[in-house]
């Protein structure tokens, strides 16, 4: 976004007063262009807006010739428009979908001014979302009618309830300034801004920023190219907009010496890629084919409560796969569960589209089996993520790093009844969703499938042997474990203090709460750890751990042994 590529503030359709100065501002409103006028005022406790978070978008007003002129020197003109009425629609579907839960985690930043975002949910509050233009708040914005993008008479359909406003300022440092200047003067506690050509951000690096700003003074979100696609303070900092080599390199990185020199604490979010060249848009493009809808855990518990009030509905099932730096693997994967699973359709009228369980489907009188898929990843340090994104799959960063934050992120995130925790290196059996219903419907309410390894030793058919067995020593993760999401819940999730061992905490709890059951179809898991470490070696290191875990051994002395013992370690 920005590296190379005495006042009174009313709310709503009017003219603001400004310190003598007049801005035009207007509330966008379907079918209307910009909509009629009103007033709301905003005070600093929230009312009104019901929140104390803005967040700041920048677009450019739509003249040929004058947006993404790098790619139009590739495109033309007339394509790059297309693609930048894409980015825009993107932008805003995301801007609207934010919306941060729950409680805050206080973050230990130690003796780093920079931090890895490592914040819980926080409950606070919807962002209001303030759209800058670059010229003028436009009456009409050209309409993009393929792809599912937001259409309507004038095209502003959009910005719906958005606020519109128009850029102030010379050079774009002040331009940022004055935006962030004038919603913290209206009484906003956290500001974020973005800007309108970063396909790879979602609603979920949204949410992590206002996460972020409640334990820490600054966020930024590190752009591929030296700048940054997003940045947000809690009070403005005017000296970060100031002496910037706008569109180099070194913006990012000026940034953050300011902070540090101003003794500010920032936390860092995942690094992603502005489109802004040919090469980009070819990396990028596939991302705009069919805008991903925003992760708004809010609105999917709200479907989720209205499916329950359906009578003989199939439940949904929320498949979370946890992820960290497997790139290679991840693809074959997703296309190998995509077959198991049936054809995934797009969401109708913002509600999961029933998708079905192909070979369970014969089982079950051809009812299809509705699922959604949410990818987590942890950090992942390699390709995971774009492998993801090209693949269709919605696909999230957790705030906190480890397989029991990430599992727990998501099932925050999905609108399941139940829930389904599925490795990136194991396979369902066929009709795995069918037979979990099935399972659900006697009563059941947690169980996993038996194990078996892509290995076809007799060895390892001995150890997967031993899976069909429902007793503790038995249990892992790798057997997938699917979930009633109101057990999850009110188990408070995995234990994220638990770095090895979480699987097996979890199977312990839940068979003290109600029914579990081990149903007889096998998984198929990755032998790639045992063929890296010896098949009776690594399986003598497991049992070691397992028992220093029931003998009371704290989890760093557990997670020093993996390390040190296994080859590849997961940590």
């Not at 207007?26 to 600093?44: D, F, V």
């Not at 599992?407 to 999905?414: D, E, F, I």
């Not at 709890?509 to 990755?526: A, E, N, P, Y």
């Amino acid at each position: 976004m920005y590296g190379r590529g005495g006042q009174q503030l009313r709310r709503g359709n009017h003219v603001m007063d400004d310190g003598g100065s007049s801005l035009r501002e207007r509330k966008a409103t379907p079918n209307s262009g910009a909509g009629t006028p009103r007033t709301h005022e905003k005070t600093p406790n929230g009312s009104g807006g019901n929140t104390q978070n803005a967040l700041i978008v920048f677009v450019k007003n739509a003249d040929p010739g004058r947006v993404k002129t790098r790619l139009a020197a590739d495109l033309g003109d007339a394509r790059t428009m297309e693609v930048y009425m894409r980015l825009v629609a993107h932008t805003m579907q995301q801007a609207m979908g934010a919306r941060p839960e729950t409680n805050i985690a206080e973050t230990n930043i130690a003796e780093t001014d920079v931090a890895v975002a490592d914040v819980a949910v926080a409950d606070i509050g919807v962002a209001d979302v303030f759209v800058y233009f670059s010229r003028e708040i436009p009456d009409a914005w050209p309409d993009v009618t393929r792809d599912g993008l937001p259409v309507s008479e004038s095209g502003m359909e959009v910005f719906r309830g958005a606020n519109l406003r128009v850029q102030k300022g010379g050079d774009l440092g002040q331009r940022m300034k004055q935006a962030f200047q004038e919603v913290f003067s209206g009484g906003y506690d956290r500001a974020v801004i973005i800007g309108s050509d970063c396909p790879e951000l979602d609603a979920s690096h949204l949410e992590q920023a206002f996460r972020a700003l409640a334990t820490h003074d600054t966020v930024a979100g590190p752009a591929s190219d030296g700048g940054y696609y997003l940045l947000g303070m809690r009070t403005l900092h005017p000296e970060v907009f100031d002496n910037k080599a706008w569109s180099t390199d070194t913006v990012l990185h000026s940034t953050l010496q300011d902070f540090k020199r101003a003794g500010l604490n920032t936390c860092l979010l995942p690094e992603l890629r502005d489109m802004d060249d040919q090469e980009d848009y070819r990396q990028l493009k596939h991302l705009l084919a069919h805008p991903a809808p925003p992760g708004n855990s809010r609105r999917l518990r709200e479907q989720a409560a209205e499916r329950k009030t359906e009578k003989d509905v199939t439940p949904l099932i929320s498949i979370i796969i946890p992820v960290y730096n497997e790139e290679e693997g991840l693809g074959p994967f997703l296309r190998e569960l995509g077959k198991l699973l049936g054809p995934h359709p797009p969401e109708k009228n913002g509600a999961p589209d029933t998708a079905p369980d192909t070979p369970a489907g014969k089982e079950r009188n051809q009812e299809p089996v509705p699922y959604e898929i949410i990818i987590v990843d942890g950090g992942s340090t390699d390709r995971t993520v774009a492998v993801a994104n090209e693949s269709g799959v919605r696909c999230v960063l957790s705030p906190r790093k480890g397989r029991a934050a990430q599992m727990n992120y998501g099932a925050g995130l999905v609108s399941g009844e139940i829930l389904y925790f599925l490795h990136a290196d194991t396979i369902p059996p066929s009709g795995a969703l069918s037979k979990i219903i099935a399972a659900t419907e006697t009563g059941v309410r947690s169980g996993c499938f038996r194990l078996s390894f892509d290995e076809p030793s007799r060895l390892m058919r001995f150890y997967a042997w031993f899976t069909r067995f429902d007793l503790l020593p038995f249990r892992y993760g790798d057997q997938s474990l699917f979930v009633s999401a109101d057990l999850f819940h009110r188990l408070g999730g995995y234990r994220e203090d638990h770095v090895v061992m979480e699987d097996n905490d979890f199977f312990r709890r839940i068979r003290k709460q109600g029914s579990f059951v081990v149903l007889k179809d096998h998984v198929v898991t990755s032998a790639r750890k045992y063929r890296e470490n010896g098949f009776v070696r690594l399986q003598l290191i497991f049992t070691l751990i397992f028992m220093m875990y029931y003998l009371g051994f704290r989890q760093e002395t557990l997670v020093s042994v993996y390390r040190r013992m296994i080859v590849q370690p997961k940590l």
